[in-house]
């Protein structure tokens, strides 16, 4: 049997054989595999590493009508890393931070986890399932009907610097197809990019729907931060 190939798994991708997303993510990590550049990777530890993102709960987003995917950056590796005590499978365990977090209403081994961005989705999700200002019921049940996505499944750090970036937009350009491919299998009738926009807008990805373009949630207040959601469609 011959090797395969990047070309090879670019055919798959591009073919009608992926359904779903497991059958994406294992030929997105075997070409993660197969990089010879490391200038998409912020370390060369973190070169073949995987994180898997998507539905929160699939059967929720399936019986939803609006269907909100949330598009951020990359996740945050370097606590793994930095900490001597993790093993390998508890980082494995923690591909799907989020996706924990929510179902966990905010805590993970007894700590309150979600920080600026669980804060802000769950207020900006009541929004916009009541098309209205909310913040009464800030229950974390309410994001169990999204989805949420990294551009990149590598990971990085807590905060991008110039080189940072630059690398992201690399990982984007190179990775482009399979970035399409998950959204085409999610199917998202609203996209909201937080502090995406312009890597995916570098980059050519088509997002299927106009997407809703806001900063990162770890900027700005909670209430500024749905003002914003409200200011941005009015504009689409």
């Known amino acids: 049997m011959n090797a395969i190939t990047w070309d090879n798994i670019e055919e798959i991708v591009k073919s009608d054989e992926i359904k779903t997303l497991p059958e994406l993510f294992f030929w997105w990590r075997e070409a993660h595999k197969l990089e010879c550049d490391d200038s998409t990777a912020k ?102 009907k999204t989805a949420y996505m990294n551009l990149s ?35 998202p009738t609203i996209i909201v990019c937080c502090g995406t926009f312009d890597f995916i807008d570098k980059a050519g990805i088509n997002l299927i729907v106009k997407p809703v373009k806001l900063p990162h949630p770890s900027r700005g207040s909670n209430k500024g931060f749905v003002e914003m959601y409200f200011n941005s469609i009015n504009k689409i």
Request: net charge positive.
């Open 43 to 144: 370390y060369r530890e973190y070169k073949d590493e995987f994180a898997e993102d998507g539905y929160i709960c699939e059967n929720e987003w399936n019986n939803t009508d609006k269907k909100v995917l949330y598009i951020l950056k990359e996740p945050n590796w370097e606590g793994y890393t930095s900490n001597k005590n993790k093993q390998e499978n508890d980082k494995k365990d923690d591909m799907f931070w989020f996706r924990k977090v929510v179902l966990n209403k905010g805590k993970l081994d007894g700590k309150t986890q979600g920080g600026h961005i669980g804060s802000k989705l769950r207020r900006l999700q009541r929004a916009i399932d009541k098309d209205e200002y909310d913040f009464n019921n800030l229950n974390w049940d309410v994001l169990r």
């Open 153 to 187: 499944k590598r990971g990085g750090g807590s905060h991008l610097c110039k080189d940072d970036k630059e690398r992201l937009h690399k990982y984007c350009e190179k990775y482009k197809l399979f970035i399409e491919e998950e959204i085409k299998i999610l199917k």
